[in-house]
């Protein structure tokens, strides 16, 4: 039974660090041509947005 649950989050573990990467890297280029006010709400909206893959991704593996 845990065999198969830690699978899935290591394959989930995958998809994030992935999604971490590009993420980080259009950060990097997009943030120095944006204020700091709007930088730090982007950076929040990101952080939202992985955490929601992240859930998908384990619901997915979990209910398959």
């Known amino acids: 039974m845990g065999a198969?649950?830690?699978?899935a989050?290591?394959?989930v573990a995958d998809y994030l660090a992935?999604?971490?990467f590009?993420?980080?890297q259009l950060g990097v280029r997009l943030g120095s041509r944006i204020g700091e006010r709007?930088?730090?709400?982007a950076q929040r909206v990101a952080?939202?947005?992985l955490i929601a893959l992240g859930l998908f991704l384990i619901a997915e593996r979990l209910l398959s």
Do not use: W
């Not at 709007?38 to 709400?41: C, G, L």
């Open 38 to 41: 709007r930088r730090e709400a």
């Open 4 to 7: 198969p649950l830690a699978r």
């Open 47 to 49: 952080g939202a947005a």
């Open 9 to 11: 989050v290591g394959d």
């Open 22 to 24: 590009v993420a980080a």
């Open 18 to 20: 992935a999604a971490a």
